[in-house]
């Protein structure tokens, strides 16, 4: 059973940044598409990156395409999530996911973390 614990939220104020971390354990991360997806105050779940096995191929919501960066370090089963310029409309709780296949849909990964709260304040 992989086991997922996100590190790095926090308050900032608009135009910062943050450096989001997620630790697996209890399996084969490097065989483990990652994820990162987010929840904001009154919002359903969204998708926000996704990076392959080996870092070849990455994914981006259109929304956090540019400031977001997702990577990984398989020696240290650990992916994480660059957040640049961060605004107001970043404010969620952001969520570590893993599965199988590199996709947007929610239903594609099996194993989540509890998540990270996020809070930029204008």
């Known amino acids: 059973q992989v086991q997922l614990v996100e590190s790095g939220g926090g308050l900032v104020q608009a135009g910062d940044s943050l450096r989001l971390s997620c630790v697996a354990s209890?399996?084969?991360?490097?065989?483990?598409?990652m994820g990162w997806f987010r929840q904001g105050p009154g919002k359903e779940r969204e998708f926000v990156a996704a990076?392959?096995?080996?870092?070849?191929?990455?994914d981006y919501a259109d929304s956090v395409k540019g400031p977001f960066t997702i990577s990984r370090d398989n020696a240290k089963n650990t992916v994480y999530l660059q957040m640049n310029s961060l605004k107001p409309e970043d404010t969620a709780v952001y969520y570590c996911?893993?599965?199988?296949?590199?996709?947007?849909?929610?239903?594609?990964?099996?194993?989540w973390g509890k998540g990270t709260q996020v809070t930029v304040s204008s």
């Open positions: 996911a893993a599965g199988p296949f590199i996709g947007r849909d929610i239903k594609t990964y099996n194993y």
């Open positions: 990076i392959s096995r080996r870092s070849i191929n990455t």
């Open positions: 209890g399996g084969a991360f490097s065989s483990l598409i």
